[in-house]
């Protein structure tokens, strides 16, 4: 299983997007460290989950998501829960 992070910068103030909240929430480990950022865990590739983005956002946002299964990683805040579901921190 990957772990995948999907980061995006919605163009839309007055859009509701609530296609996107329920695409992320679909996802039975997940985890949003960051306002615009979604640590999913994941058998899909990032092509499977970036289509998948794109038919629930709008034309002009933008999305990023990247395969970070086991890449080491360092916050500014202490998320066990995240440390304990996703694997270990750099700190």
């Avoid at 995948?4 to 329920?22: G, N």
């Avoid at 695409?23 to 998948?52: A, C, F, G, H, I």
């Avoid at 709008?58 to 579901?85: C, H, K, M, P, Y």
């Amino acid at each position: 299983m990957r772990t995948i992070q999907i980061s995006y910068d919605l163009k839309q103030p007055d859009h509701y997007y609530t296609a996107l909240d329920d695409y992320l929430q679909s996802y039975d480990r997940r985890s949003q460290p960051l306002e615009s950022m979604w640590l999913v865990k994941t058998n899909k590739s990032v092509s499977e989950v970036r289509d998948e983005l794109r038919r629930v956002v709008a034309a002009n946002d933008e999305i990023l998501v990247f395969d970070v299964t086991g890449a080491a990683w360092a916050s500014s805040s202490s998320d066990a829960a995240t440390q304990r579901q996703y694997g270990r921190s750099a700190a």
